[in-house]
Nanobody, 125 residues
Framework: VQLQASGGGLVQPGGSLRLSCAASGFTLNRPAIGWFRQAPGKEREAVSCLSTNNDITYYPDFVKGRFTISRDKTKNTVYLQMDNLRPEDTAVYYC???????????????????WGQGTQVTVSS
């Protein structure tokens, strides 16, 4: 299982970024997959998860309406579209999965077993 995250960068408040997570070694048609983030001095938190067998998504309240998770089956890639970014969204973002977990809610509240490398997102003017 390999997850390759990309797309981070520096953006001004109110701006947008799209993160990509290319998966290999498994197919995105059963396990849940999600995005998590960790800011300096803070605990890791889930920002979005997707059940790939039924496309059910989960978002915590602090990103609802601003972040959207989606999947391209042909590319075996998951995306995180982030709009209306705020300085408090600054963090290293990771994609992660658990091959034995198909529920987006459970993945976001549980412990993924496979992680991609992080991509830095900085929101600053």
């Amino acid at each position: 299982v390999q997850l390759q995250a990309s797309g981070g960068g520096l953006v001004q408040p109110g701006g947008s970024l799209r993160l990509s997570c290319a998966a290999s070694g498994f197919t995105l048609n059963r396990p849940a997959i999600g995005w998590f983030r960790q800011a300096p001095g803070k605990e890791r938190e889930a920002v979005s998860c997707l059940s790939t067998n039924n496309d059910i998504t989960y978002y915590p309240d602090f990103v609802k309406g601003r972040f959207t998770i989606s999947r391209d089956k042909t590319k075996n890639t998951v995306y995180l579209q982030m709009d209306n970014l705020r300085p408090e969204d600054t963090a290293v973002y990771y994609c992660a999965t658990h091959l034995g977990q198909s529920s987006s809610y459970a993945l976001c509240h549980g412990s993924p077993t496979d992680w991609g490398q992080g991509t830095q997102v900085t929101v600053s003017s």
